[in-house]
């Protein structure tokens, strides 16, 4: 499978196979290669944020901030999408929040602070909507105070 991935870089199906085959083995170290061919192949919605996931984590752990940044960019835009097109959705809308603030985090890893600041507001804005959606759920109130802190740091820089 791994010959064929490297040889034929448009079989999406096998890209996929290994990526999530690694996954399950907890394979970190051949992951991020398959997981960027089966990126440069796929166009589907839900499987690409399905990918970037853990491409974003691979990569920042690896200390390419760039690339998880740039993961998480296109993975906050999926969920963002997804949450538009399902706003009773607590569940699409609480990946979108999630997503937009680890981009936050990882543009601030960047130094990009003109980039992280407006990300916490949004963050901020999207956790505490879904803090008044669900008032008698505590983490969305201490997510959406999180982000506003982190919001706030900038404004005082």
Same mark, same amino acid.
Request: net charge negative; hydrophobic share 45%; proline share 4%.
């Given at each position: ?5 490297? %040889?034929?870089?448009?079989?999406? +199906? ?17 992951? /991020? ?16 944020? !399905? ?8 990569? %920042? =752990?690896?200390?390419?901030? =760039? ?6 960019? !296109?993975?906050?835009?999926?969920? !963002?999408? +997804? ?24 543009? !601030?890893?960047?130094?990009? $602070?003109?980039?992280?600041?407006? %990300? ?17 759920? /505590? ?14 740091? $900038?404004?005082?820089?």
């Amino acid at each position: 499978y791994e010959q064929v991935s490297a %040889l034929d870089a448009s079989d999406a +199906n096998i890209h996929l196979y290994l990526a999530r085959r690694y996954q399950m083995a907890g394979d970190a170290a051949r992951q /991020p290669d398959v997981i960027r061919r089966a990126l440069y192949v796929i166009s589907d919605p839900d499987t690409r944020a !399905e990918l970037l996931a853990p491409y974003a984590d691979l990569m %920042l =752990k690896a200390g390419d901030v =760039k690339a998880g940044g740039d993961a998480l960019e !296109e993975l906050s835009r999926l969920h !963002e999408t +997804n949450a538009h097109l399902k706003p009773d959705d607590v569940g699409a809308r609480s990946a979108y929040a999630v997503s937009v603030a680890r981009l936050a985090q990882a543009r !601030e890893m960047q130094g990009v $602070f003109d980039q992280a600041a407006p %990300l916490y507001q949004k963050a901020h804005r999207v956790f505490s909507d879904l803090s008044a959606m669900k008032p008698d759920h /505590p983490g969305l109130r201490a997510l959406a105070d999180k982000a506003l802190q982190d919001a706030r740091r $900038f404004q005082s820089a």
